[in-house]
């Protein structure tokens, strides 16, 4: 045998075949194919997101919408034009289905019209308590079904934008005793409105006391020191936290600056570009709210916010609501046919936490 003479590969020996391809068809396999394997699942499933806003009449928030998506999310009514101000608290919820790139984004946004806009405004906050409480709840009832579906509908609110009026004093009375309860229940992302009603030195001595009266009332608004899962998450998320509220602009129609398009509001004075770092702060919010923190805004939704209620619910009450596939949450042999008034034990469960004490520094 010729020593310079290699003899055939497998792969050459084997007449190829139309139904099989050949080993430099298929290319070089690693487990990284599994982030693709991932990316076309979660492609075809879609994703959901739900934002709330609140906040006063007049302050922007559905234009605000209408600019963080670049769509007609919300049709924005303008004062003057005969509408009625609502006398109670209403609550509504659109939804549309966006599509960039082919990733569809179902997108859920509510508002809450009528919010601080009454004389008394005591307990305006209740509606919005209940809604949110509300959304836990049914995802709660699907997720313990017998048969239950193979992707249960989100519909829980998993960040609200609370509107700060540009007062340029310090937070109102309304507003803490609201952020207090919010904070517990929903990732709470607080902004200032209409920020070019205030100048500059304005602005940063009007943040500086929201932030002085979120620490004095102990309210910790998002992103938590708590839920920092590494040293790069705390470097980033320690420069939003210096800069929350964002001092935002809002505005859905494009001018002509320079010979370019940009999206701003025209006044007498100048052109304001919301997405110019040196006129207003909206690129900051709209990072946070979609380019870096949306996954985790939804994790924090469901490991943390979700299953405090869900703890909640388990303990204050032997039996849930018995509907259609209910099933006894208990260990242990199930009640028999026998004793159907049999009710199940107390479950324990664990509270998903986080070791908070390197968090000083």
Sequence with gaps: MDPLRQPPSPCSSRPSSPRTPSCEMLGYVGIEAVLDQLKIKAMKMG???????????????STMVNTLFKSKMWKSTLPGLGVPTPKTLQLQSVTHVIEEKGVKLKLTVTDTPGFGDQINNDKCWDPILGYINEQYERYL????????????PDTRVHCCVYFVP???????????????????TVNVVPVIARADSLTIEEREAFRRRIQHN???????????????EDIN????????RERIPFAVVGADREHLVNGRCVLGRKTKWGIIEVENMAHCEFPLLRDLL????LQDLKDITHNVHYENYRVFRLNK???????????NLAPGPAPSPASPQATPRTMKVC???????DDEY
């Design 317 to 327: 009450s032997h039996v849930l609501p018995r509907g259609p596939g209910w099933v």
């Design 351 to 357: 509270r998903w936490t986080q070791d908070n004490s």
């Design 233 to 240: 998450d705390r470097i980033l998320n320690s420069k939003i």
């Design 214 to 228: 979120l620490r004095t009332h102990c309210i910790e608004v998002y992103p938590q020191k708590c839920f920092d």
């Design 141 to 152: 009832q699907e997720e313990i079904l017998i048969t239950r579906q193979r992707h249960i």
């Design 166 to 184: 540009p007062t340029g004093h310090c937070l109102r009375p309304l507003d803490i005793e609201f952020l207090q309860r919010l904070c517990q």
């Design 47 to 61: 994703f959901e997101f739900n934002i709330m806003v609140v906040g006063q009449s007049g302050l922007g928030k």
């Design 290 to 293: 979609i380019r870096t923190h």
